[in-house]
């Protein structure tokens, strides 16, 4: 014991604390700071054929990057569309360091690679992936799986994720691939609707009218387009996607926004083009561009350009994948929906293959993988092509964005299902269905299609979607333009995974000329909260084609698949389905036309798939961290146990006192005092006034009291014990001291249980049914809190107060905000508390209320007492008197001659007057022989005289 004192002599807890934190950090350091593994880089340029008819050459620029150990499993990573090697240099490196050959390369018309852009043709640049892989298999530092077969995986983002998918489907040395938020169908991403969708769930009905060409996305076509013509990266998502324990900032939008919009400089090893780009079609190869033309000009395509778009997708070769496939697609992404996932997974699992599907919180609009993901990639790699770590299934994992911001961004969260819903030996899609209102409407499309709707801005989404404040923005709907059908308010959340459906009526205005090409529409789904505020999940809509619309105003139904997304719509937000004739990302219809729309169901089939919150895998030196950071938490509490046993402090002879103050000081360094040598005692059922001006040291008084700060001097009993931070005896107080919070979502009733519950005592101790009747809320307290007025809220803070009905309760300023009546109810709940036997002690600058109130009163000022006692003794402490008289002006004159008494005033059929130690009789005396009828006499109660008088003012 001696020892233990000599060491909280000479170091304090927190310094301990601090000491152990920092030999752990150097720990930590010291483990964390390995090298990462060395990666060398060989160039090489590789001819392979023209084409399969042609006796000319075109020459890919590569990249090889070795691993410190070979020979090892190749790794092939193609770019994205406008880019170039460089691209994936920092992706390259990460997988050379995880121990893969990677060969990065430039496709065929980008970087320094010759010949022309075939969208990802087989006969192009899908058998120039093939040469690559014939390369691989002469080098000796990678591993074969026979003559002219190497081991390797491909993975690659948007366009390199459609190769990866195309290779495999044509050339089985391809052992695994791994495609990012890459497409199935160019026709369905680009023309949304040309033919029949694929859904992101299994249970899709019947798409309805819908016309056999679909809707121009136009904005992102002439993105790609252009990438074409300049090779810049513009089709990619330039930055990480935020991952689930990571914070995002706002302010770094707008630098990003400038930065991305300043053209880098043209140089010969930056990737781009290595000559000028002759002619309107750029690198483009000719039919290519002759379908971009028709497409863009007319807005519809014709059956040259949709097998031009048919030919360079995925879908051609999806049938003959059966290579374990990890698909990898984000939620923030208009370019490529989630659908476009969907149908990959669909039809490679139709083969018999392993197929696992990640959503992730990025996409075209939000970013590219981050390092987790990458990581999980590579994991995939690393099993399928080594054997090694742990098998990654065939789940199905997506991320939520919380309502919770943090930094301005969502708190993100992965969720695991067992696997992906519908494919092969999965259950299907359990839906929610969500009932709709809302009349007939009538929407107009304006001439031209101008102006047009808001739902997104492709290109720019992956730096305005890392913004909270400008994303929610984006979205805008046009009076006139727009039909809305909504929900009820929710009762609980619903965390939409999919796509949702909804069958719509559309019918002409009879007199109102038709489009010879269908109505064209687009169908958005919102989150609404309670004050109107609207998101739009990844800012996607569903353009629809209704072809052969009758002009005489007959309906027509069609079943809308809205786009797929992730969103946990909480209780009281709206689900809000709006049908608009613009949006301009797409071709809109250019004849002016009129529609009716109504709802053909009025219920909204919301998909909802269930999972379990993920852990991510914790590195070693956060273990080694979080182990220190444990020992060192269990050091300090062994030491406060200690502290607190030593400085345990009962007077028996005090344990039935509720409260005494003994010589209170408390001071500042600079040399303030804000309360000094205060002294009292409170009994049972008293209810005390605490009184003094600002700055006299109530607050500072009361937060000692609570234990939130220890005095300089002197000490504080509760029941006998002494008041220290931590003590036990604090949890026979409750207080209301500068204000109390509570959650405005739950009922009144529901937050005291919860906080009841955060104590950790038994819950038939809480005792809330006879604190809430105390409070006086009566039947309000089943409502929610955001519907209370701020008397209410008052009233709830009290019973929360009450929780465990403390023997002493301590208030700061709880009337503050009430109305009289409420103020008079306050006074009430106050009164039957302490009448039960218990201490109330309340701060309050309403001195009115206070004499109305308390029956006992300390006075402050200048952080001193300067009175204590009954009510009534201080405020007649002056031997002021009132006399209620019939003749008052002439009972002034009799009380103005009588020795002593002065202060004479008159106030109706009252007169006051300070007697000055003459005693009261005496006074009455007078006045009934000089023939003053008097009713009433008695002190006169005014403690804001007495106070005034006792602070000197």
């Known amino acids: 014991m001696a020892s233990l004192n000599r060491l909280r002599g000479r170091w304090s807890l927190p310094a301990l604390v601090l000491v152990i934190a920092l030999v752990g950090a150097v720990v930590v350091w010291t483990r964390g700071g390995d090298e990462p593994a060395p990666v060398s880089t060989r160039d090489a340029v590789i001819d392979v054929p023209e084409s399969p008819d042609s006796d000319g050459t075109v020459q890919i620029d590569t990249t090889l990057y070795l691993p410190e150990r070979t020979p090892a499993p190749a790794v092939l990573l193609p770019h994205g569309f406008g880019g170039s090697k460089q691209s994936v240099a920092a992706q390259a490196t990460e997988l050379a360091q995880r121990g893969f050959v990677v060969l990065a390369y430039s496709a065929r018309g980008f970087g320094r690679s010759t010949g022309q852009i075939a969208l990802n043709s087989v006969d192009h640049e899908v058998r120039d992936a093939q040469k690559l892989l014939d390369w691989l298999a002469t ?202 996932a969907d149908a990959n997974a669909r039809q490679i699992a139709a083969n018999g293959a392993k197929v696992k599907v990640v959503w992730y919180s990025g996409g075209h609009d939000g970013g590219s993988p981050g390092p987790e993901l990458r990581g999980q990639i590579a994991d995939w790699l690393d099993f399928h092509l080594r054997g090694q770590g742990a098998d990654p299934g065939t789940g199905f994992e997506y991320t939520v964005a919380g309502a919770f911001r943090s930094s301005g961004a969502p708190a993100l969260r992965t969720v695991v299902a067992p696997a992906y819903p519908g494919l092969a030996g999965s259950p299907p899609v359990s839906r929610t269905d969500v009932a709709l209102s809302g009349r007939e409407q009538v929407v107009i499309n304006p001439a031209g299609g101008n102006p047009a709707a808001v739902s997104s801005l492709p290109g720019l989404g992956s730096i305005l979607s890392r913004s909270s404040s400008l994303s929610a923005r984006l979205s805008l709907d046009l009076p006139g333009q727009s039909a809305v059908f909504q929900s ?98 797409y071709a809109n219809a250019g004849e002016p036309a009129a529609y009716r729309v109504s709802l053909a169901s009025p219920v909204l089939s919301v998909p909802v798939v269930a999972g379990v919150n993920a852990t991510s895998d914790v590195p070693t030196t956060a ?77 500072t008084t009361l937060r000692m009291l609570m234990g939130l700060i220890r005095p300089s001097e002197g000490g504080i009993r509760v029941f006998g014990h002494k008041v220290h931070p931590g003590a036990p005896v604090l949890s026979r107080i409750g207080s209301f001291v500068e204000g109390s919070g509570f959650l405005p979502h739950l009922s009144g009733a529901e937050n005291l249980r919860l906080y009841w519950a955060a104590t950790g005592r038994p819950a038939e101790q809480a005792h809330v049914e006879e604190a809430l009747e105390i409070a006086g809320l009566g039947n309000a307290v089943n409502r929610r809190v955001r519907t209370y007025s701020q008397g209410m809220r008052q009233r709830l803070a009290i019973a929360q107060a009450m929780l465990g009905l403390p023997d002493l309760l301590v208030l700061d300023e709880p009337a503050n905000g009430l109305d009289p009546p409420q103020i008079h109810q306050m006074r009430e709940v106050l009164r039957r508390y302490a009448a039960a036997g218990r201490t109330v002690l309340v701060s309050s600058h309403l001195l009115a209320e206070v004499e109305q109130t308390c029956s006992h009163v300390v006075v402050m000022h200048k952080g001193s007492l300067v009175a204590a006692g009954p009510v009534e003794e201080i405020a007649t402490g002056g031997g002021e008197a009132s006399f209620r008289v019939d003749r008052p002006d002439e009972a002034a004159d009799v009380l103005r001659g009588l020795s002593g008494v002065h202060d004479v005033s008159v106030d109706g059929e009252q007169v006051h007057a300070s007697l000055n130690g003459t005693p009261r009789a005496s006074a009455l005396e007078a006045l009934v022989a000089a023939g003053v009828a008097v009713d009433q006499a008695g002190p006169r109660r005014r403690l804001e005289d007495a106070f005034l008088e006792l602070v000197g003012e």
């Open 623 to 699: 273990l080694w961290g979080i182990a220190i950071v444990l020992i060192a938490c269990v050091i300090a509490a062994v030491v406060a146990w200690f502290r607190r046993r030593l400085s345990a402090d009962v007077d028996p002879s005090l344990e039935s006192v509720p409260l005494v103050i003994e010589g209170l000081t408390k001071s500042y360094p600079g040399g303030l005092t804000a309360v000094k040598d205060l002294s009292f005692r409170v009994e049972h059922g008293q209810v005390l006034g605490l009184l003094g001006p600002n700055g006299a040291g109530k607050t």
């Open 139 to 340: 080098r000796e530092e990678v591993v074969r799986d026979g003559g002219g077969d190497p081991r390797v995986g491909v993975t690659g983002g948007s366009y390199g994720g459609a190769l990866a998918l195309s290779l495999a489907g044509v050339d089985p040395r391809v052992d695994t691939i791994a495609p990012v938020i890459t497409y199935n169908d160019l026709t369905q991403a680009l023309l949304p609707n040309s033919a029949r969708p694929d859904a992101v769930d299994a249970s899709t009905p019947s798409p309805g009218a819908f016309a056999d060409n679909g809707v121009f996305k136009r904005s992102w076509a002439g993105i790609f387009f252009s990438a074409g013509l300049s090779g810049a990266d513009a089709a990619n998502p330039g930055q990480e996607a935020v991952e689930p324990g990571q914070e995002d900032d706002d302010q770094n939008v707008a630098g990003a926004a400038a930065a991305a919009t300043q053209p880098a400089p043209p140089q010969q090893g930056d990737g781009r083009p290595a000559g000028p780009v002759a002619g309107a079609c750029g690198r483009f190869q000719a039919d290519v561009c002759a379908a971009y033309t028709e497409v863009a000009t007319t807005g519809k395509a014709g059956p040259q350009t949709l097998e031009v778009l048919r030919r360079a997708s995925p879908a051609a070769v999806t049938g003959r994948i059966t290579q374990p496939t990890l698909i990898v697609q984000g939620e923030q992404d208009t370019l490529f929906g989630l659908d476009q």
């Open 488 to 585: 009820e308010p929710q009762t609980s959340q619903t965390l939409l995974t999919g796509a949702s459906t909804v069958r719509l009526r559309v019918a002409a205005v009879p007199g109102q000329p038709v489009p010879a090409d269908g109505a064209v529409l687009f169908v958005k789904l919102y989150d609404a909260d309670a004050n109107g505020v609207r998101t739009l999940p990844g800012s996607a809509v569903a353009p629809v084609r209704v072809a052969n619309l009758p002009a005489d105003g007959t309906p027509v139904d069609v079943t809308v698949t809205l786009p797929g997304a992730v969103r946990p719509v909480e209780s009281d937000h709206r689900f809000q389905v709006v049908v608009s004739t613009t949006d301009q990302a």
